[in-house]
């Protein structure tokens, strides 16, 4: 409605239309940020005004949890906005894009002065989320939000919004601690100190995630190198 | 023909000049040699108006002869003409949905009025996105699923019965269903209808008896629904009658289950006796007024328009004014006043029959919410805002207007259903101005104070809407749904697990046996192509027909990408 009422905004934006915010996928998110995006404003339906019924709920808690993991990686989560306004509201729309404008401005490109971790490396930190988002875990806890906070789990207990961020808070660091071990591992055999010292992550930490990773066949032992194993990665089928 | 293999994309872009409307806002000329660069862009065009009919010949034309087998127009919105663009690609022979539209007016010429360059390069931006997503258009065919010409009808009030008459003289079979012993619903408790002081009696009679004589409807009082299954054209509906759970296939439903008279138990010292509402009003009217009563108050907005139930019931003035006039009427020489807070008689009828109520002596006294006015025993004290002075009004009667609220079951109704409910507790029609008869779930209607307080006539005119709206479907035997909607694209690796069905808002997935195990199959006709299911996949085996993953990232690399 802006286009009709001839509200004039900044022509930085640019717009992916989908059908819904329902249809957001983290890490098609993530893996954005990873090509060079610096910005990314999410704008739904008010709630209990959707048109897709839900979907804007289902969006806002996976942007909600987006966030998190970019701030635990290092990328400023100001970056990423779930932000509402009706279809009709098209002043409410230039405002919500003319303040995400500029708080982007600030910020400056990805990997600068306004996120915690700098380029390049800001990049590697982008792929391992990515890695987090279209895997299984992450995946599987978001999809049962919405189960666990209203009709409970199998056992038929409700968790509190309190319980499940705490739970979400513990998967992101696994998930991306595991991804930077998968990731160092790819560059080359390791034993568990290296990574330890390479990640600074305690080493007993790494020793777990081995263990659960040889279990899962991704992980081998490659060799015995000063009385230490040494690890690496099992090639998986695509 | 032109749908050729993926090594052979050729996108035709036809850029707009929307007569000025983009023309005088960005540069033109750079834009159409811009497109020329694109990957595989073979043709571009720009046309003076694209939607007039020598630009729709010219689309056509250009898939003909150019051998185009993607299509990107590049004008205005697509709420208002991606349909028309659709259907002339179509009817070039191309499949519709290798179409897509760069809007580069409303989101770039209209918002970007004073900055040419800078518009010009957003243009460019947006073209580059949309040639992108083109080239991964795959075709779709539209869904065709058959309807069952028969209606569920919840609710037997009189937007019940007035929908269910109206169905079944249009030759559908209707199956009405209503939870008291009775059809009726709140006419029943009602004794004459404003503004024209019909007797709602004889009204109802004549409902119901259109409802038993006609052979089409079958009729279940004492009755609930207990559950819905399917989606539209192929409902299955669970009743429960006095003689056990009925399971009945229906095309359509109609929601007609009506509001609920709010109590106000606590307020103005409300007993049912000396202090009652308007609907106990209406039987006192009915029986006849005691005719000691000489001193009536009205109080109105009791138990609304505050902080829990914020809404204006609107029928509440209606009524009162009605039951005053009555009043008048049963006892001339007793003294009727209404204390208000805003006066709602919208339409003519009513505003006559305020006027009518003041001839007949009706008074109208304005009271401040802060200061609301106060019941005694035989008295209400209220402080008149006009005259700045409190006053005492003698009473026999006083009569408090309560708001309609949702049923108490309106909860239950809307997960059974799959519906949404308002903060109200109102069913919520699927758009205010564009279907404010309809769910955003197809096949699925809502008539009378199911969605909000509504007067006789308004129910009426609700229930025979809801009625048509439903007959349509009905009337042509079969839907046609968009295909763009969610679809299986890794049966491998789905697992069967059934988290996105859990998530569906439209109950359009459902865990299947086959031949590979547990898989998800996706009720197309049921779909909305909301994406929730393929941005929940932790085995990424769902997607979205014209948004698929890959769809969406091309469309955001050619964003990132920067060789202007």
């Known amino acids: ?238 | 023909m032109p749908e050729n293999n993926d090594q052979d994309i050729r996108i035709g872009v036809f850029i707009c000049h929307c007569g000025s409307n983009i023309a005088g806002y960005l540069d033109m000329e750079a834009l159409s040699d811009y497109a020329q660069t694109l990957p595989n862009v073979t043709f571009v065009q720009r046309n003076l108006y694209s939607c007039s009919e020598g630009g729709i010949n010219e689309i056509k034309k250009g898939v003909e002869e150019q051998d185009l087998n993607r299509v990107v127009v590049a004008s205005c919105t697509p709420r208002t003409h991606e349909p028309l663009f659709r259907s002339s690609c179509e009817e070039a022979g191309l499949n519709p949905y290798l179409f897509e539209m760069v809007n580069i007016r409303d989101q770039c010429s209209w918002v970007h009025m004073r900055e040419k360059e800078d518009g010009t390069a957003k243009a460019k931006d947006l073209i580059r996105m949309g040639v992108a997503k083109a080239a991964l258009l795959e075709p779709q065919e539209s869904i065709t699923s058959d309807v069952c010409a028969r209606a569920l009808v919840i609710g037997g009030g009189l937007a019940g019965m007035t929908a269910s008459t109206a169905l079944a003289r249009r030759g559908y079979e209707v199956v009405l269903v209503e939870k008291e012993e009775n059809l009726g619903g709140m006419l029943r408790r009602l004794h004459k209808l404003g503004p024209t002081m019909t007797d709602a009696s004889d009204l109802m009679e004549e409902k119901i008896q259109e409802i038993v004589q006609h052979a089409k409807i079958t009729v279940f009082t004492q009755s609930r629904v207990t559950a819905v299954q399917g989606f539209i054209g192929k409902f299955e509906a669970d009743i429960e009658t006095q003689s056990g759970v009925k399971k009945i296939d229906i095309g359509v439903i109609l929601m007609a289950t009506g509001g609920r008279a709010f109590v106000p138990e606590g307020l103005y010292g409300y007993d049912g006796q000396r202090v009652i509402t308007q609907l106990e009003m209406e039987k006192l009217l009915n029986n006849g007024l005691d005719s000691d009563i000489k001193n009536v108050v009205m109080i109105q907005c009791v138990g609304s328009r505050n902080q829990e139930r914020p809404y204006c019931s609107r029928i509440c003035c209606q009524i009162a004014v009605k039951n005053a006039i009555l009043t008048k009427d049963q006892i001339p020489d007793a003294s009727v006043s209404i204390l208000y807070r805003d006066m709602q008689m919208y339409g003519v009828e009513n505003e006559e029959m305020f006027r009518d109520s003041k001839a007949k002596g009706v008074r109208y006294i304005h009271y401040d919410p802060a200061r609301p006015p106060q019941t005694e025993s035989d008295q209400v004290r209220v402080y008149h805002s006009l005259l700045g002075r409190e006053m005492a009004l003698p009473t026999d009667l006083v009569v408090l207007s309560t708001p309609l609220v949702a049923p108490e079951d309106a909860g239950i109704t809307s997960q059974i259903l799959r519906v949404p409910v308002d903060e109200n507790g109102f069913f919520l029609e699927g758009h205010v101005k564009l279907k404010p008869l309809d769910f955003a779930t197809d096949g699925i209607f809502l008539c009378g104070s199911a969605r909000f307080p509504a007067n006789i006539r308004e129910v009426i005119a609700q229930g025979l809407g809801a009625a048509s709206r439903a007959s349509i479907p009905m009337s042509k035997g079969s839907v046609v749904v968009e295909p763009i909607i969610s679809v299986l694209a890794d049966e491998d690796a789905c697992r069967g697990c059934g988290l996105c069905v859990a998530l569906c808002p439209y109950g359009a997935l459902e865990i299947r046996h086959t031949e590979k195990g547990r898989k998800v199959h996706v009720i197309d006709v049921a779909c909305k192509g909301c994406g929730v299911c393929a941005a929940t996949c932790y085995q990424h085996a769902l997607t979205i027909n014209s948004y698929t993953d890959q769809q969406l990232q091309a469309q955001i690399d050619a964003f990132l990408i920067d060789d202007i």
């Open chain 1, 1 to 238: 409605m802006a286009g009709v009422s001839r509200l004039q905004y900044t022509p930085e934006i640019k717009t992916v239309r989908i059908m819904c915010t329902g249809r957001i996928d983290p890490a098609m998110v993530a893996r954005a940020f990873q090509k060079g995006l610096d910005g990314l404003m999410v704008v739904g339906c008010y709630f209990g005004d959707c048109h897709y019924i839900s979907g804007n709920v289902q969006a806002k808690a996976k942007i909600d949890m987006t966030r998190k993991l970019f701030k635990y990686i290092g990328v400023n989560e100001e970056r990423l906005a779930f932000r509402q306004c009706s279809s009709g509201e098209a002043s409410v729309f230039v405002k919500l894009v003319t303040e995400f404008d500029e708080k982007i401005r600030d910020l400056g490109p990805l990997g600068g002065d306004g996120d915690r971790v700098k380029a390049p490396e800001i990049f590697g930190k982008l792929k391992a989320a990515e890695a987090v988002l279209a895997g299984e875990k992450i995946r599987w806890v978001m999809g049962k939000r919405t189960p666990f906070l209203e009709t409970g789990n199998m056992y038929g207990e409700i968790f509190t919004e309190h319980e499940f961020n705490r739970a979400i808070d513990m998967i992101i660091v696994e998930e991306i601690e595991v991804q930077e071990i998968l990731a160092k591992l790819k560059e080359g055999a390791r034993s568990v100190k290296d990574l330890a010292g390479d990640l600074a992550i305690p080493s007993e930490r790494i020793f777990r995630y081995i263990t659960a990773l040889k279990r899962k066949g991704m992980v081998a032992l490659d060799n015995v190198t000063d009385r230490s194993p040494i690890f690496q990665l099992v090639p998986q089928e695509v």
